[in-house]
């Protein structure tokens, strides 16, 4: 198994360009061991307070560890990656950050720093006493690279990016458009958990070691990510995303992107928009890393268990 090391800065990019240099190359099928910086990349420290939040140079936020080279992946290809290991560092924190969030200017700003065992719990001093958080811990981060142009690590894109589902948690497989050869696969921004939207701007934020397998899917084609998850019951589901600068348009692609899915099972599209209507979910997975925002559907694979699925 291959490993890469998010520590080491050459192997850290902060933009999403075709024309960043792959650190490792991967044949498909084949496994990686990823040590991943937390969203601040290694800048935030357990000893931090809210003060020291002035320290952080926000242009470093969400390095991102890569780009892989896959071998044989060519645009119109799919990228399949399989999360089958995320184990976190012991400890995470959250904040408040003046200019981020959909509150952005009504708080000030504060630093939370969590413990994390079987739970989260807080180590700050007078803060969310007696809570505790279940941990389920997925990659904020998941992107290949653009055909074209030079992008922020912030917005989610096409190709995925700062997607901040937790739709994406262990035992995921995500899929993902190949836009230029080799997909250049690069992950970043471990989360411990997050609620649907990471409404002030941060979710448990962590460092973390992860293991990844990729294969690529020749010949298929997709415009948006895709995955195959766990939903919020426990329950294994597939997902479908909309990217877009405004909710209702991330909305509409979330639903045709599943309702094209759907195609795959034989489903007409007025069964299929029936079906997303009637058991399907539309969460608001992101909605703070503007201007794009990231609104998933969900439809339980048992209703499909009695459909075949062609590719």
């Known amino acids: 198994m291959k490993h890469l090391d998010g520590k080491d ?30 969203s601040s990349t290694w800048q935030i420290k357990r000893e931090y307070r809210t003060e020291d939040l ?16 896959v071998n044989g992946a060519a645009p119109g290809d799919t990228l399949e990656i399989n999360l089958k290991e995320i184990k976190t560092a012991p400890w995470g924190w959250s904040a408040i950050i003046p200019d981020m969030g959909l509150l952005k200017g009504d708080f000030s700003e504060k630093l939370v720093m969590w413990k994390l065992e079987k739970f989260a719990s807080s180590e700050t001093q007078g803060f969310l006493e007696g809570i505790s958080i279940p941990i389920h811990p997925f990659l904020g981060v998941v992107g290949t690279a653009p055909k074209d142009g030079r992008l922020g690590m912030i917005p989610p894109q096409y190709f995925g990016g700062n997607m901040d589902n937790r739709l994406l948690g262990v035992g995921s497989k995500i899929y993902l458009p190949v836009n230029v050869e080799g997909a250049l696969l690069s992950v970043s921004d471990p989360h411990a958990s997050q609620g649907d939207g990471e409404v002030c701007g941060t979710a448990i934020e962590t460092s973390a070691e992860a ?19 766990k939903g919020p019951a426990g329950g294994d589901v597939t997902v479908t995303m909309g990217i877009a600068g405004d909710l209702k348009d991330a909305s509409r692609l979330a639903l045709l992107n599943m309702i094209d899915e759907l195609s795959h099972y034989g489903l007409t599209g007025e069964e299929s928009y029936i079906l997303c209507s009637v058991c399907g979910n539309l969460s608001i997975s992101e909605i703070v890393d503007e201007p794009n925002y990231v609104v998933s559907m969900s439809i339980p694979l048992q209703v499909l268990e009695n459909r075949n699925f062609s590719p």
């Open 9 to 38: 800065p050459k192997n850290i990019h902060f933009t999403w360009t075709a024309s960043n240099k792959p650190v490792v190359f991967m044949d498909s099928d084949e496994t990686i061991a990823i040590s991943i910086p937390d």
């Open 54 to 69: 002035r320290k952080i140079d926000s242009s470093r936020y969400d390095g991102a560890v890569g780009p892989i080279y």
């Open 211 to 229: 293991v990844i397998g990729i294969r690529v899917i020749k010949g298929k084609t997709i415009n948006y990510p895709r995955a195959y998850s």
